[in-house]
């Protein structure tokens, strides 16, 4: 299938990117908040599961090509060719990338870069503590993720209370839980119940935002899933399911992407509305995706390859490993997905760029620009 073009917003997006950290003095003097926490999966994962022994290489992403343009043309555990989300909108804040992964910290070493940040995504996790353990074996659940934090916040006593409140929590998951459920049985029952499952998945978040509260936090930036069904790894699902949408993504999948929405905004202006100083910021990463793929306008070096995988060209048969043997495209920048599940460095930074910036078109009710200066 031919590849479909994205709007020409992509390189401008970077440029106007790097335009805003130089702007916030991003990497000189101080951050605009103490630290940043991040709590989630693959999409923000910087290394975590690098360190789980029994983690399997599907959920890993410590070996080549990964991180092939990153500033050390190494794999890093990222699941991108380069910076991720969390990266993208940790530059901006003032840091040189995303905190380390936790694991990656020696026990004596994790209170003191509790005062900048700890990142504890966990690649193939989702907010069902059972997400990601039959592919990947072993991961850091969501529960895993906030009773290691929990665990830290204790172990600093009072001294916490202030530097978490003032921090950022960042955190993007959920999209595991939907790859799970509609590859399963679920989507092929005719009794299946997609209103419940979701309301189990806002649940699911809301008991983790409550616990984090708990634990002082008090500005929340969530990312909902995107419209997973156009991952080129759920595009052959959708054709195979015979269940396509005018994307040509699975048609399903997506449909749940944008309910989920819906009913995340709707339960974080019930729980901030219940809890004391809690402030939020919330991107539709639906929207953002449908702008991209309605669009008509493409132009030279701009994201325009948005079926197929840079690594591998996991397209419509099926998503193929992206490894040292798989064949590589020569123009990231020009690729929405890097791999058959994730998105490129590009595609990363016009997410970052809208959670940053947006007036009201995909983040509600203010952008995270707002929501640290607070």
């Known amino acids: 299938m031919a590849a479909r073009h994205g709007g020409a917003f992509a390189l401008v997006a970077l440029c106007l990117l790097e335009l805003a950290l130089r702007g916030a003095g991003a990497g000189d003097g101080e951050p605009l908040v103490p630290a940043m926490f991040v709590f989630g999966d693959s999409t923000v994962d910087v290394g975590n599961n690098n360190f789980l022994p029994g983690c399997s290489a599907d959920c890993r992403a410590n070996y080549a090509r990964y991180g092939v343009d990153y500033p050390s043309h190494a794999p890093t555990g990222r699941f991108s060719n380069g910076y991720n989300l969390a990266d993208h909108i940790a530059r901006f804040l003032g840091f040189a990338e995303s905190p380390p992964a936790y694991g990656s910290l020696p026990p004596e070493g994790i209170i003191g870069q509790m005062r900048s940040g700890i990142n504890f995504a966990s690649g193939g996790s989702g907010l069902q503590d059972l997400t990601g353990k039959a592919l990947c074996g072993q991961v850091h659940s969501m529960s895993d993720q906030l009773d290691m934090f929990a665990s830290v916040v204790q172990m600093m006593g009072n001294c916490s209370s202030d530097l978490v409140s003032r ?80 994307y040509y993504c699975f048609g399903t999948a997506n449909s749940l992407s944008r309910q989920l929405y819906h009913m995340l905004l709707s339960m974080l202006q019930d729980l901030s509305a219940g809890l004391a100083g809690m402030n939020f910021s919330i991107c539709d990463s639906a929207a953002m995706a449908d702008s991209v793929f309605n669009s008509t306008v493409s132009a030279p070096n701009t994201m325009k390859v948005l079926d197929t995988g840079c690594c591998g060209g996991a397209g419509i048969l099926g998503p193929a490993k992206c490894d040292k043997l798989a064949t590589l495209c020569p123009n990231r920048a020009a690729y929405l997905f890097w791999d058959g599940f994730h998105p490129t460095e590009t595609a990363s930074a016009v997410a970052a760029l809208a959670l940053l910036a947006d007036s009201g078109r995909y983040v509600h009710p203010i952008n995270i620009t707002r929501l640290a200066a607070l």
């Open 167 to 246: 921090s950022l929590v960042f955190i993007s998951v959920g999209s595991n839980d939907l790859f799970e459920y509609v590859g399963g049985n679920a989507t092929s029952c005719p009794n299946r119940n997609d209103t419940a499952f979701l309301r189990g998945l806002v649940a699911a978040y809301r008991g983790y935002l409550q616990e984090l509260y708990a634990a002082g936090a008090r500005k929340f930036s969530i990312v909902s899933p995107s419209l997973v069904g156009c991952c080129p790894s759920q595009r052959s699902a959708g054709w195979l399911k015979d269940d396509l949408d005018g």
